[in-house]
């Protein structure tokens, strides 16, 4: 079984940065896809970005390129988000998960989600 934990939330003004980690327990997710998803009140989760279990591919929403950048440390069984130019819209419970499988962008395709990190920016 895999665990995710996620860290790195927090309060920041409009323009700033956070860096979000995931660190993986229980099991190596080497293999793994992995994935950011946040959610925001009365919205839906929404994909923000994935990398490949070899960091080589990435992907990202729209609305996020550009401005965040996922990446991943397989010897340490971690996974950050670093988040840079932070909009207010930006804010949302963001979350970590993992597939054993290929890419994809839909949260119902991932098996193990961590408990989620809150992250506010204002304006």
């Known amino acids: 079984q895999v665990q995710l934990v996620e860290s790195g939330g927090g309060l920041v003004q409009a323009g700033g940065s956070l860096r979000l980690s995931c660190a993986a327990s229980?099991?190596?997710?080497?293999?793994?896809?992995m994935g950011w998803f946040r959610h925001a009140p009365g919205k839906e989760r929404e994909f923000v970005a994935a990398i490949s279990w070899s960091g080589l591919s990435t992907h990202y929403a729209d609305s996020v390129k550009g401005r965040f950048t996922i990446s991943r440390d397989n010897a340490k069984n971690t996974m950050y988000l670093q988040m840079n130019s932070l909009k207010p819209e930006d804010t949302a419970v963001y979350y970590c998960a993992a597939r054993s499988t290929s890419y994809s962008s839909d949260a119902y395709g991932y098996a193990h989600w961590g408990q989620g990190t809150q992250v506010t920016v204002s304006s």
């Open positions: 229980g099991r190596t997710v080497s293999s793994y896809w």
